[in-house]
């Protein structure tokens, strides 16, 4: 009987990677592709191999980092007990066999293992007499595998011997279903459906499996009615007992009242361990008028939950850490009792080498390039300003180009193999639900148009073919973006047709009654092809399998909300050559400045391990983050008075990316880098690679140049910034590098005193308002012009920081960054540049700007900062997009 079906493909797989991933050196190509054909019909599998051997050369690849904690060294607490007790891991065990059998390479099952034993150990014994209570937090990457690690998590905390365990999974229904079906699987062992309870996942291979007992399903939340008819009491189960419910002030309200009125005694659950996971955590924090999603309530209900057991640990996940770091450590409420702050631990989590992440998306300068695709003519057609029902007449060109490439990434994929795999389009362009109706509709009949067109021409000659609009336009598609994925245009256009098979078009919302159910085409033996259109249901925790192409026209600077957007992370094994990032120039900007930020908050981790700083001391430092006013100002400058912040700029760079378009201004800057080049800063001027370089500068003229230097907009701010942390470090710092960063050849002249103007090709207008340029990225520094001036010794320290560094982290370059380059010269560094259009040789088109970076270690030492009205209104320029402002929220 012939079996080409996705099940057999996913045993050979399985297969594939059982005999080959413990291979030393890892196989070649070659060798995995003998090996497939040996094993294929032992399986049996009859279908194409081309997938299944790349698949497994991927996971045979794929490595984790062990990522790093902060903890608590004053809390009383014994980190190895777990080492210390003998464990029958029985969930452990099969939620690993589970994972293999979904085609993860042993070594990833075990660095997975590995890591929930560390989160575990920093939990309580379950065992352990008396009351207890923990709070921690996991840094997770956007579309990582969070769920994948809590999970890992909750089944060793079973094994240990928590009874209860809740997991609040966000606060959307479509969001709790998917974490739902994703625990029936890899810990319940059978499908919570009721009208289909079979057994499932991990519930299929182990015999006599243990299913834990549940009170939630894919359908429904939470209820104490029916908890409550069931008369069940925590203690009647000798298995663990999990709930999936929704972060939702009724449900967790509900939930209280169960396990007060029938669990409690005297208002206490005194025999019970219990474990809380808090995925998408940050959202409890955030501020929101909505009354069913107010966080001083959600966060009020979760904390008087825990408050019920004498012996609780709650965990909080979350790719975006900021608004978690902010709580208060020191809140306590007689009824909510202790805050949420991770005052034990903060676990930083690696991402695997494989994963396809903002350094991919917006930092690499050769992938970003590729990937990231700039929209330009959405305003016309769906402003970013719009109101509910606002009328849409057409769609920007821009996302029917986007379509046309879908369909051809779609065909790609096809020929590669991979058609029983997903692929989706995301496009996010309206927080209004009749907008994204609209949008459903106008791209309906344009697909239908497209697919009309390909059924007639896709097998006919070229010449016929190509006298088609639409085959025209995806012809376009191709040569423009995919020509060089190995495939030809005449190997594309043979499996165009096939795209539209199981093609679907959603709108992704709290009103609509569609589904993203991927489940249900595999369980068909297919692959969906979807076209998911929404708002903020499809920007939070929701994953979009197989994601091609996103188009998003949003407008934030919200780290949280821009982040969770980011649905375009994640793994793309396979395709990730396909896949492209449609954005506003604004947002590609930004993302790539969160990117940054991001990275820098994980490498602080790191260091404050070393250092054995606290999560309360983590905690002062990022609340000192520069960038945290985007996250929190907002709120605070309700009363439209000015605050005061505190900032601490150690191992930062600044840079006053926002330049003036001012050739009087500019010239005087021009004249104060010629009269302190002149001076040599008081020192020796020397030569370099790429310009020149003064050593050991006295940090009061470093001071006295940025005073002089003119800026404008938020670079006054950055200056000013620069110039109070100069000062509050100087006992430590009283020296600090020069450079004077020149192109050779660009009019470069030591001899006059004129540094060569570096090309920049995006620069774009900071407001019509003001005379002055933004620089794309908010960068004006090169990357690697902090390694200039370093000795042979630093350099070399430099590489053993990137190595050690990539040993933990393999998706980390083993090449050193400016991060590297910064620790290793441990003293401020002042970076001068001028820039200049690209091939411009118009003298007056020159334009000064300046960098200056600090050493690390420096992480409390902080500088008040005064933000006003007018900079928060012009760091969140733009239309306010705040998820309190949807129009897709679950009622």
Same mark, same amino acid.
């Given at each position: ?9 996913k ?41 299944a051997?790349?698949? !497994?050369? %991927? ?11 902060? #903890? ?14 003998d #464990? ?40 352990s ?7 921690? *937090? ?10 994948a ?14 009874k209860?365990?809740?997991?609040i999974?966000?606060?959307?229904n ?13 810990? %319940? ?14 519930g ?5 499996y ?5 009170? !939630?399903? %894919? ?15 925590l203690?009647?189960f000798s298995?663990?007992i ?15 009242k ?10 206490l659950i005194?025999?019970v ?20 999603l107010n966080?001083?309530? !959600?966060?009020?209900?979760?904390r008087q939950?825990l ?21 208060n450590p ?7 009792r ?5 005052r ?31 929209i330009?003519?959405?305003? +016309? ?5 719009h ?17 046309n ?10 020929h590669?193999?991979?058609e029983?795999?997903h692929c989706?389009?995301? #496009? +996010? ?15 309906s009949?344009?697909?239908k148009?497209?697919?009309e ?12 073919s ?14 423009t973006e995919?020509?060089?994925?190995g ?6 256009k043979?499996?165009l047709?096939s795209?539209?098979?199981?093609l ?17 085409y ?17 920007s ?21 909300? *821009? ?33 940054e930020?991001s990275?820098e *908050? ?12 606290t ?5 002062l ?18 009363s ?5 912040f ?15 378009d001012?050739t009087?201004?500019?010239?005087a800057?021009?004249? *104060? ?28 003229v470093?001071e ?15 200056k ?22 020149s192109?050779e ?6 001899a ?11 620069a ?5 308002d ?11 520094a ?7 001036g370093?000795s042979?010794?630093?350099l070399d320290e430099?590489?053993?920081l990137?190595e ?7 998706k ?23 820039l ?16 200056i ?7 409390l030492? !902080? ?19 705040n ?9």
């Amino acid at each position: 009987m012939m079996d080409a079906g996705p099940d057999s493909e996913k045993r050979l797989i399985s297969a594939l990677i059982s005999v080959l991933a413990s291979r030393d050196p890892a196989p070649t190509g070659v060798e995995v592709e003998q090996t497939a054909k040996m094993l294929a019909p032992m399986v049996p599998f009859t279908g194409d191999l081309a997938n299944a051997i790349l698949q !497994t050369i %991927i996971a045979i690849d794929t490595r984790m980092g062990r990522g790093v904690s902060i #903890i608590n060294h004053d809390a009383p607490h014994d980190d190895q007990w777990l080492h210390r007790r003998d #464990i029958k891991w029985t969930y452990t065990d099969a939620y690993e066999a589970f994972l293999k059998q979904e085609g993860w390479a042993a070594p990833v099952v075990q660095s997975l293992s590995d890591t929930g034993g560390r989160i575990l150990g920093h939990l309580q014994d379950p065992l352990s007499e008396g009351s207890w209570d923990r709070r921690g *937090l996991v840094i997770g990457h956007v579309q990582s595998g969070k769920t994948a690690n809590y999970m890992g998590v909750v089944a060793k905390a079973a094994d240990a011997g928590y009874k209860f365990i809740i997991v609040i999974a966000g606060i959307h229904n479509n969001l709790r279903r998917q974490t739902q079906e994703r625990i029936d699987e890899g810990f %319940i062992g059978r499908s919570s459906d009721p009208e289909n309870r079979v057994n499932i996942g991990v519930g299929t291979f182990t015999p006599h499996y243990p299913h834990p007992a549940t009170l !939630t399903n %894919i359908y429904e939340d939470f209820n104490k009615i029916t908890a409550g008819k069931s008369g069940w009491k925590l203690n009647d189960f000798s298995k663990p007992i999990i709930l999936v419910i929704k972060k939702n002030v009724s449900t967790l309200k509900e939930l209280h009242k169960w396990l007060s009125d029938l669990n409690s005694q005297n208002g206490l659950i005194s025999d019970v361990p219990m474990l809380m996971i808090d995925d998408e955590a940050d959202n409890a924090s955030i501020n929101t008028n909505k009354p069913d999603l107010n966080p001083t309530l !959600t966060n009020a209900w979760i904390r008087q939950i825990l408050s019920l057991f004498a012996k609780s640990c709650y965990v909080g996940y979350t790719a975006t850490p900021f608004a978690n770091i902010f709580i208060n450590p020191d809140a306590y409420d007689d009824k909510a009792r202790d805050e949420l702050f991770p005052r034990d631990f903060i676990y930083s989590l690696d991402a695997p080498n494989t994963y396809f992440g903002p350094d991919k998306v917006f930092l690499n300068d050769e992938t970003s390039a590729r990937i990231t695709k700039p929209i330009l003519d959405c305003e +016309n057609y769906i402003p970013e300003s719009h109101k509910n029902g606002a009328p849409i007449a057409d769609l920007p060109p821009s996302l029917y180009g986007a379509i046309n490439q879908f369909i051809v990434a779609r065909a790609i994929r096809n020929h590669r193999g991979q058609e029983n795999k997903h692929c989706s389009m995301m #496009i +996010n362009v309206s927080r209004f639900v009749s907008v994204q109706k609209t949008v459903r509709d106008i791209i309906s009949v344009y697909e239908k148009k497209v697919r009309e067109a390909v059924k007639a021409n896709y097998a006919m000659p070229e010449d016929i073919s190509s006298k088609n609009a639409h085959m025209t336009a995806l012809r376009s598609a191709f040569d423009t973006e995919f020509s060089n994925c190995g495939v030809t245009w005449a190997e594309v256009k043979s499996k165009l047709f096939s795209v539209f098979d199981n093609l679907r078009l959603f709108v992704i919302n709290s009103k609509s009654d569609e589904a993203l159910d991927y489940k249900k085409y595999e369980r068909d033996g297919h692959g969906l092809t979807a076209i998911a259109v929404g708002g903020l249901s499809l920007s939070r925790g929701l994953t979009i399998e197989g994601l091609c192409i996103s188009y998003m026209y949003r407008n934030t600077k919200m780290y949280d909300t *821009l982040m969770q957007m980011g649905r375009w992370f994640g793994y793309r094994p396979g395709y990730e050559d396909v896949c492209r990032v449609y954005l506003s120039p604004d947002s590609i900007d930004w993302y790539g400045h969160i990117a940054e930020k991001s990275e820098e *908050l994980r490498q602080q981790i790191r260091r404050m391990r070393q250092d054995k700083l606290t999560p309360r001391q983590f905690g002062l430092y990022v609340e000192a983050h520069p960038d945290r006013l985007l996250i929190t100002a907002a709120n605070k400058m309700r009363s439209g008075t000015a605050v005061t912040f505190q900032q601490s700029y150690s191992g930062r760079l600044l840079e006053t990316y926002v330049v003036p378009d001012d050739t009087i201004v500019n010239q005087a800057n021009e004249e *104060l880098i010629e009269e302190l080049w002149k001076s040599g800063f008081g020192k020796t001027v020397k030569p370099t690679k790429k310009g020149w370089w003064i050593e050991n500068a006295d940090v009061r003229v470093i001071e006295s140049f940025l005073s002089r230097f003119r800026t404008v907009g938020v670079s006054t701010d950055i200056k000013a910034g620069a110039v109070a942390y100069l000062r509050e470090t100087a006992d430590k710092h009283a020296h600090g590098d020069v450079l004077l960063i020149s192109v050779e050849g660009a009019g470069d002249d030591e001899a006059r005193y004129r540094l060569g103007a570096q090309e920049r090709s995006s620069a774009k207008k900071e407001s019509p308002d003001v005379k002055a340029w933004a620089l794309s990225k908010n960068r004006v520094a090169s990357r690697g012009d902090e390694s200039i001036g370093l000795s042979k010794p630093q350099l070399d320290e430099a590489r053993r920081l990137a190595e050690e560094y990539h040993d933990k982290d393999p998706k980390k370059s083993a090449r050193p960054s400016d991060t590297h380059y910064r620790e290793v010269r441990n003293k401020p560094l002042l970076m001068i540049h001028v820039l200049g259009p690209v091939g411009s040789k118009n003298p007056s088109d020159r334009v000064p700007a300046f960098g200056i970076s600090f050493p690390f270690g420096d992480y409390l030492r !902080t500088i008040d900062v005064v933000a006003n009205k007018v900079w928060i209104d012009q760091m969140q320029s733009g239309t306010p997009d705040n998820p309190d402002d949807e129009d897709d929220f679950d009622e």
